[in-house]
């Protein structure tokens, strides 16, 4: 059997962090998620998805997203039932995260143009608390760029590779 769900989209609301009595991070959060198509009047509508995720990636959500963040979510759908103060049974669908990828600087949420160096997901800039090292071409104090580092960086020179070597 399999349930995963992959969604992208923005946040609608600042995520809200609690914690569990056995202490737990847990946080909730609804994605905005556009639909591929217009509906009769020519506009894009959007399915709001109620988000949960635990533990420390909840509390990298509540500390670096906020509402209109781009965020991408991986994760399975469940399904919970309880009865309200009134003695009607509630359900509710939701997504309960496996991981929670910032695809957005910390510092707007315009989109990854904001930052031509943002490479997005865990790729590392200082937004994202997943990622390694940020991609900078500034100098660092070894006299060199990160974009230096990068094997796979376009320097001028020409590549010498058969199609024997590449994968597809």
Known sequence: MMNRV????????????????????VATFTLAVNRNFTNQQGEREADFINCVVWRRPAENVANFL???SLAGVDGR???????????????????????VQFLEPKSGT???????????????????PFGGGSYDQNRNNQGHTNFDDDPFANDGQTIDISDDDLPF
């Open 110 to 128: 315009s989109g990854a143009s904001a930052n031509p160096n943002f490479m997005g997901g865990s790729q590392g800039g200082s937004s994202n």
């Open 6 to 25: 992959v969604l992208v989209g923005r946040l609608t609301r600042d995520p809200e962090l609690r914690y569990t009595p056995s202490g737990v991070a």
């Open 77 to 99: 759908l469940q399904t919970r039932s309880y009865e309200d103060q009134t003695g009607r049974r509630v359900y509710v669908t939701e997504v309960v995260a496996d991981s």
């Open 66 to 68: 906020k509402k209109g």
